[in-house]
């Protein structure tokens, strides 16, 4: 009997590390396989999929801005439709932090699409996964509670809370940035630390939700790092790149979680720098 066909979704794939992610998926997988590149403008999705060098899988550039919640939810419903199941999701898409924008300006369209933005694709896409599919979220290092001081650990109880409640956290968190309060609050100055935070505290919640079947069946819900890439978003931040990896190499060992078909069981609920978990607490 022929294998079903795998279906995978890559979101901000129109450049950097998501494109690099497509790239590998429509390089590694089979011509029957479907991989969707997704992003948020027409031009350049379309673009991003003249640019994949000989992909073997069926590569299908569509428009999916993360916030947009009556987009995300469209699209999930036309993968149900389409293919009744998805196998592997690269939650991906991020806002830009630039020097030049203060922290107070930039916040509100970083949490969006970021944090908000994470929250719905996870509530969106987790029920059309299939059993032994991979859902895996693209964080840093930086999303551990070991970067908050002690004393803000208790907004992301992550045992007992909800997605709703992640949302809430990081809005509050927001709104505190907004009005300049945030630091007085204890809140890192560095935006993207609460905000990775809350990208793995999402992963956890879900994952405890999903944990009974998931095991039975293999599939993984994880977080993810790439560790530092040189693209157009990290660039402005580093005076000297020589260290970062190209995204074609930054994509390799987030492909292996998606591909392997065997993971650590370890790796559920986690976040994951190159095979290794970094501790939450
Ligand atoms: N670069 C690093 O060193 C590094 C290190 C650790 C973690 N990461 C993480 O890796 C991920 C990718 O980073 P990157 O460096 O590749 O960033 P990037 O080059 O800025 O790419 C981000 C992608 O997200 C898309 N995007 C932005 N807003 C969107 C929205 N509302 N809906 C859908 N797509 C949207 C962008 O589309 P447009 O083309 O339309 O702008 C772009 O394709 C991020 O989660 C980042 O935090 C990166």
């Given at each position: 009997m022929a294998a079903m066909s795998k279906i995978a979704v890559v979101t901000g794939a129109s450049q950097g590390l998501g494109f690099a992610l497509v790239e590998g998926l429509?390089?590694?997988?089979?011509?029957?396989?479907?991989?969707?590149?997704?992003?948020?403008?027409?031009?350049?999705?379309?673009?991003?999929?003249?640019?994949?060098?000989?992909?073997?899988?069926?590569?299908?550039?569509?428009?999916?801005?993360v916030c947009d919640g009556p987009a995300v939810d469209a699209f999930a419903n036309e993968l149900r439709a389409r293919h009744g199941h998805v196998d592997i999701v690269f939650s991906n898409a991020a806002a830009r932090l630039t020097r030049e924008t203060p922290w107070a300006e930039l916040v509100h369209p970083f949490v969006e699409t970021n944090n908000i933005g994470?929250?719905?694709?996870?509530?969106?896409?987790?029920?059309v996964l299939r059993p032994g599919g991979r859902l895996l979220v693209v964080a840093s290092s930086?999303?551990?509670?070991?970067?908050?001081?002690?004393?803000?650990?208790?907004?992301?109880?992550?045992?007992v809370m909800t997605l709703d409640g992640v949302d809430v956290t990081m809005l509050a968190w927001r709104d505190a940035v907004r009005t300049g309060r945030a630091a007085q609050l204890g809140?890192?100055?560095?935006?993207?630390?609460?905000s990775k935070v809350g990208q793995v505290a999402a992963v956890r919640v879900l994952a405890r939700d999903r944990r009974a079947s998931d095991s039975m069946h293999g599939t993984?819900?994880?977080?993810?790092?790439?560790?530092?890439?040189?693209?157009?978003?990290?660039?402005?931040?580093?005076?000297?790149m020589s260290a970062a990896q190209t995204p074609e190499d930054a994509a390799v060992a987030l492909l292996r979680?998606?591909?392997?078909?065997?993971?650590?069981?370890?790796?559920?609920?986690?976040?994951?720098?190159?095979?290794?978990?970094?501790?939450?607490?």
């Open positions: 429509a390089q590694r997988l089979d011509p029957s396989d479907v991989v969707y590149l997704t992003g948020r403008d027409v031009v350049r999705v379309q673009a991003a999929a003249t640019r994949l060098a000989s992909p073997r899988a069926d590569v299908r550039a569509e428009v999916v801005d994470t929250t719905r694709l996870l509530r969106a896409l987790s029920p930086l999303g551990s509670l070991r970067q908050l001081p002690p004393h803000l650990h208790g907004h992301f109880e992550t045992d809140w890192p100055d560095w935006i993207n630390i609460p993984l819900v994880a977080a993810v790092c790439p560790g530092l890439i040189d693209t157009a978003a990290s660039r402005p931040w580093f005076e000297d979680l998606a591909l392997d078909p065997v993971v650590d069981p370890r790796f559920y609920g986690e976040l994951i720098q190159l095979g290794r978990i970094v501790p939450w607490r």
